[in-house]
């Protein structure tokens, strides 16, 4: 490790360190524009000159490998003046329009100018314009203010995997550029928003709507996917007004996908702010709390507790689950299910977890991926894979549907005779996952949302035992959730009790009237015709499908409402925090719970949240540690039964519009016309080359 002195401090590095690692190490500030922990190395702003002696000029720190026995300044007039010289440069064709620029307040060119740039100009010349490039519904650009870091490119490049920015140009005609002026077409792109140092890329939502200070920031996590990405929500008032990446090196690093970041506009549209009840004539009418806790009272005491049924949905909290189920158990009902997708999971805890970690991700040598696409998934954790892909090679092996997720795949086909075949070693990826060291598998829910769901996770678990996913020290067999609720209600065994009916069985039992009563907490994915014959209280915050079918609807409040606790998709326990009030008569979902079970005499003993969490933290230990993941001891799972000879397919066909808030949200509808007339627009160009 070489050791180095900066301003008379020495500092110790990692081999393969830069001299900015070193002076940061030391505690020293060094300015920069084109350099980023997570990209290449560019060295084109020279923003980052330091001194190094015996050196005949300034070097650039981020593209210096640091040495041992190196001296470096960073406080020299000649690094002073080399600074204020290329501040200079930058900013002689750079608009002067910092009061209508939404990067005003957060902009490191703003910043950096203050901090080591001169007091003056000496150029007179006029300064160039550059015309706006189209990037998608979600970027602005104005890109007479790009400074040519090349951050935009880099990321596109590298983390998102769509090489579709670049330069064209050269000297001062240089211009960055979508190449054919299409849309960005990644569910990462709008973290080039994050990336850029200056306004040239700010967001189109967003745009004039508010400035920094304006902003109360509140620290959360994210629902739109079982990923748990940190994020941090600013409002103004009661209204969120935008979604921003929080650093976790083991889940998001510091990014989030585009319907993380803009599907947030769908909290204001729709949404519930009080309790309706189904009327005589067949429509929903505006009712009191009383009023839909009478009606729902009356039901649920004629009804016996085996015609009573409660669904959690993809978005609940882990509170509000608990708080049902004691509900639910008081009521002495056992038919209860928090996989309203049918997914053939639950029980043995190493059977539905992320068991490598996402950060274990960057370990694996070899990757099987089984009824999924993590691209559309699980967008940031599919980045890790392709950076994996990049540095090692990897070969992924994909069953199931031939998509493009941004790194080289060996399609093996999309029946559930591959898998038989890799269990028997005559496919020809069985050697693949013999030669590796720590082979990883990634199984979805569009191979176990089947009806012999549980037969093919079977025979993923003996795949993983048979070819060392699962050893001393590794444990690579991998469940892709898309759902953020979903591991907390496994862990609370929010699934059917003994006798208990799963989410098909209450299809069949409300079909032949054998279902009374049925609680949707924010379901909004089920098959609500086959459930039409019962009665359905809906408690939720969108006027979304659940919502149309339901005979009460009672207002909840979204994620971004409520301090709330997920579990993501590995296991890790995250809490959330309320950074707005849900809008009108709607309440916290645990809540409302808490108020009709007293309504029915059958009080489920908690009071605020507080004794809620101490309740679940007592029936579950590790849901009180936060940001912890309790590792699963591997055991049997799995069904018995044949697989069937149907394709396997994935969960999601549709990345923008996934959930209520998200089916609500006119941005993200906004991008899925864009990228569906983009694909009109290639299979177009496409024919053309053919004929011609």
């Not at 950096?112 to 706006?132: C, I, L, P, T």
């Not at 043995?348 to 998934?377: C, H, K, Q, W």
Request: net charge negative.
């Amino acid at each position: 490790m070489p050791k180095l002195t900066v301003n008379d401090v020495e500092v110790e590095v990692e081999d393969g360190s830069t001299v900015l690692h070193a002076c940061e190490a030391a505690g020293v500030e060094v300015p920069r524009f084109c350099y980023h922990d997570r990209l290449s190395i560019a060295g084109n702003c020279r923003m980052c000159l330091v001194d190094m002696e015996r050196a005949p000029k300034p070097v650039a720190s981020c593209a210096m490998p640091a040495g041992d026995g190196m001296v470096i300044r960073t406080d020299t007039d000649r690094v002073k003046k080399a600074r204020e010289g290329v501040m200079e440069f930058l900013l002689i064709n750079h608009p002067l329009d910092c009061p209508i620029c939404d990067q005003g307040g957060e902009c490191d060119l703003q910043d950096q100018a203050m901090g080591y740039g001169h007091d003056g100009s000496r150029f007179e010349e006029n300064k160039r314009a550059v015309e706006n490039k189209h990037m998608g519904p979600l970027i602005s650009t104005v890109m007479t203010r790009c400074i040519h870091c090349t951050r935009c490119v880099r990321f596109a490049t590298e983390v998102a995997g769509v090489p579709e920015l670049g330069a064209i140009g050269r000297g001062e005609n240089v211009e960055i550029t979508t190449y054919l002026e299409k849309n960005l077409a990644s569910e990462l792109s709008a973290n080039v928003i994050d990336l850029c140092p200056v306004g040239a890329l700010t967001s189109r939502p967003y745009a004039f709507t508010a400035r920094p200070w304006e902003l109360n920031k509140t620290e959360s996590i994210d629902v739109m996917d079982a990923v748990g990405s940190n994020i941090r929500v600013d409002a103004r008032g009661s209204q969120v007004m935008r979604v921003l990446p929080r650093l976790h090196e083991d889940v998001n690093e510091e990014w989030i996908s585009d319907k993380t970041r803009y599907a947030i506009d769908g909290l204001r549209r729709q949404r519930l702010d009080q309790p309706y009840l189904r009327g005589a004539n067949g429509s929903l009418h505006p009712a009191s709390w009383d009023e839909a806790f009478k009606a729902m009272a009356t039901k649920i005491k004629k009804a016996k507790s085996s015609t009573i049924a409660a669904i959690a949905g993809d978005q609940a909290d882990a509170e509000s689950m608990f708080a049902l189920k004691a509900m639910m158990q008081r009521l002495g009902v056992a038919n209860i299910d928090c996989r309203q997708d049918g997914a053939k999971i639950g029980g043995s805890r190493a059977g539905y977890l992320f068991n490598s970690t996402i950060a274990g991700i960057d370990d694996a040598d070899a990757l099987l991926i089984i009824g999924s696409n993590p691209r559309e998934e699980a967008a940031v954790l599919n980045a890790r894979i392709r950076r994996n892909w990049l540095a090692s090679g990897m070969p992924v092996g994909v069953v199931g549907v031939d998509s493009d997720l941004t790194y080289d795949t060996k399609h093996l086909g999309d029946d559930t005779a591959v898998l038989a075949a890799i269990l028997n070693g005559s496919n020809k990826f069985s050697n693949v996952l013999k030669r590796a060291k720590r082979p990883m598998i990634i199984i979805g829910m569009g191979a176990l949302s089947r009806d012999d769901g549980a037969a093919v996770l079977a025979t993923a678990r003996q795949i993983a035992e048979t070819y060392g996913v699962v050893a001393k020290g590794w444990n690579g067999f991998n469940v892709l959730h898309n759902a953020a609720a979903r591991v907390g209600g496994l862990d609370m065994d929010f699934i059917p009790g003994k006798g208990g009916l799963d989410i098909e069985a209450m299809y069949k039992a409300a079909e032949s009237k054998k279902l009374d009563f049925v609680w949707l907490l924010g379901a909004d994915e089920v098959d609500m015709d086959r459930l039409g014959n019962a009665f359905i209280v809906y408690q939720g915050h969108h006027g979304d499908k659940g919502a149309h079918g339901a005979d009460v609807v009672l207002p909840g409040a979204a994620y971004t409402e409520k301090d709330g606790i997920y579990v993501n998709t590995e296991g890790r326990v995250q809490y959330a925090n309320r950074a707005a009030f849900p809008p009108g008569e709607a309440k916290e979902d645990w809540t409302i719970i808490r108020a009709f079970s007293g309504h029915i005499n059958k009080s489920i003993g908690m009071d605020n949240l507080t004794e809620v969490r101490n309740a679940l933290y007592e029936a579950y230990p590790h849901f009180a540690d936060s940001d912890a993941i309790e590792s699963a001891k591997w055991s049997k799972f799995g069904g018995r039964g044949k697989m069937d000879a149907s394709p396997i397919t994935n969960s999601i066909d549709n990345f923008h519009m996934t959930c209520a808030i998200s089916r609500a949200s006119e941005t993200m509808a906004e991008c899925r016309k864009a990228l569906l007339d983009d694909n009109v627009d290639d299979v177009a160009m496409s024919s053309t080359v053919a004929a011609e």
